[in-house]
């Protein structure tokens, strides 16, 4: 129900934007979010957007990431500015169940992952 696109390998300092599409059902009443994930370690939080577009963001990634959501459009946006190494991941597009949270287990529907590969 929910199809993410956009990653792939870019330089230190490059941009990328991640879309993530949904179908099914609505969501406008919902939170979504992006995580990420590298083997080995827990799926971390990277950008949630409430139903009403009130947004959070990791430390990690405050100043360079935004996030933003196309209700008519049932579709939810990750911009990556200043990517660096560190940044490197598959990422996930997820919809809570709720009009807001920042749980990933409070998420029911994800999205397949998009990898995100940033080279030094």
């Known amino acids: 129900q929910l199809q993410a696109s956009g990653g792939g390998l870019v330089q230190a300092g490059g941009s990328l934007r991640l879309s993530c599409v949904a179908s099914?059902?609505?969501?406008?009443?919902?939170?979504m979010g992006w995580f990420r994930q590298v083997p080995g370690k827990q799926r971390e939080l990277v950008a949630v957007i409430s139903g009403g577009g009130n947004t959070i963001s990791a430390d990690s990634v405050k100043g360079r990431f935004t996030i933003s959501r196309d209700n008519p459009k049932n579709a939810v946006y990750l911009q990556m500015n200043s990517l660096k190494p560190e940044d490197t991941a598959v990422y996930y597009c997820?919809?809570?169940?709720?009009?807001?949270?920042?749980?990933?287990?409070?998420?029911?529907?994800w999205g397949q992952g998009t990898l995100v590969t940033v080279s030094s």
């Open positions: 997820a919809a809570s169940r709720y009009y807001y949270s920042s749980h990933y287990d409070e998420y029911d529907y």
């Open positions: 099914g059902r609505a969501f406008s009443n919902n939170a």
